[in-house]
């Protein structure tokens, strides 16, 4: 009995460094954080530089999350000076900016110069289905009905993606020896195909019956993405008829109806955010395109946030899923990951 009163009195009192070794968390994060007078509660997840906690001020009880950067991290130069300047300027940011940033509150460098400590407000993970409707390319995202039916509702959004549909199909490019479809050719295409769309008259056939029925994707579209996809593919097939002068083989139009397919499921997915925003050929002052945005009011603060740093010479590198969260009081959309910002001068 005594021996298992002594174990019970070890167990609690068991510190943290013990229990880092229990959980698997890293002892020298452990250490660390103890030095700055927090109590480390647990781990929460790990960004691009470095392991992210939930700490606890031992006076106030405040909970916060704290990120752990190692000062020989790549990183290390970039954090520091992005994190630093949303604590001293935060507050200076328009409101309708700032409440879309993360709250920094301070940083802390460990006396070994082992560690850049980041203390900043805790916040909860984006509900999934929001992040299926706002991100583009995140590899766990789902394709969204309700994200299709909110752009089908609204006339300039499907303009805008049938528009991205002809704009991608290869034959369509390829025509005319190679010259491309016209953007007037196009144009003229686009509003055809919203007209149909919009209106109550019916679908004519193509000239290969239901063609989308043997389409995989078909098993998890709406009745709306359906008479598009027909009305889509018919114009195309008057498209390549206009330019062979007789009708397109069963093969080209399976072909067309096969492209036709991935481009709708593609660019309704994509919207509203590139998931690497501002990197590569995407200007950073590109977001969802103002028909989409306008379907997608939730999603304003965060393109307005992005785009006001863009002009005040930042760039969004790494703009991701687990780099946008929710402030439970308000459910806000809040970025929280600067590390990878580009500050490409100096801000005013």
Not at 98 to 113: A, F, M, W
Not at 114 to 131: K, W
Not at 309 to 337: C, K, P, S, Y
């Amino acid at each position: 009995m005594k021996l298992l009163f002594e174990n019970w009195r070890e167990f609690l009192k068991e510190g943290p460094v013990a229990t880092a070794m229990r959980l698997g968390i890293d002892i020298t994060h452990v250490k660390a954080i103890e030095e700055t007078g927090l109590i480390l509660n647990r781990y929460l997840g790990e960004g691009s530089y470095g392991k992210v906690y939930e700490v606890e001020d031992k006076e106030t009880g405040q909970r916060m999350a704290a990120k752990v950067v190692p000062t020989t991290s790549t990183g290390f130069a970039s954090e520091t000076k992005n994190y630093n300047w949303i604590v001293k300027n935060r507050d200076k940011l328009p409101n309708d900016v700032k409440q879309h940033l993360v709250e920094v509150y301070e940083l802390i460098e460990t006396s070994d110069r082992q560690y850049l400590i980041i203390l900043m407000e805790q916040l909860t993970p984006a509900r999934r289905d929001v992040i299926d409707q706002i991100f583009a390319h995140d590899k766990e995202s789902k394709y969204s009905e309700e994200k299709e039916d909110r752009i089908f509702r609204d006339s300039e959004a499907t303009y805008e993606i049938v528009n991205e549909v002809l704009k991608s199909n290869n034959m369509l490019k390829n025509m005319r020896n190679y010259r491309g479809l016209s953007n007037s050719d196009r144009t003229k295409a686009a509003n055809n195909i919203l007209g149909v769309f919009l209106s109550e008259q019916e679908v004519p056939e193509s000239s290969i019956k239901n063609v989308y029925d043997m389409l995989e994707t078909y098993e998890i579209s709406s009745p709306q993405w359906q008479r598009l996809f027909n009305i889509t593919l018919k114009e195309v097939e008057k498209l390549l008829q206009s330019e062979k002068g007789e009708p397109a083989t069963d093969a080209i139009l399976w072909a067309a109806a096969t492209s036709i397919d991935d481009a709708l499921h593609y660019n309704i997915k994509k919207q509203i955010i590139p998931l690497k925003y501002g990197a590569g050929s995407v200007s950073p002052q590109r977001g969802a395109p103002p028909e989409i945005a306008a379907v997608f009011p939730e999603i304003e603060g965060i393109l307005k946030t992005i785009k006001y740093f863009a002009e005040h010479g930042w760039r969004a590198r790494d703009l991701h899923a687990g780099n946008v969260m929710t402030r439970g009081h308000t459910n806000q959309l809040v970025i929280v990951d600067v590390g990878l910002f580009v500050v490409e001068r100096d801000f005013r």
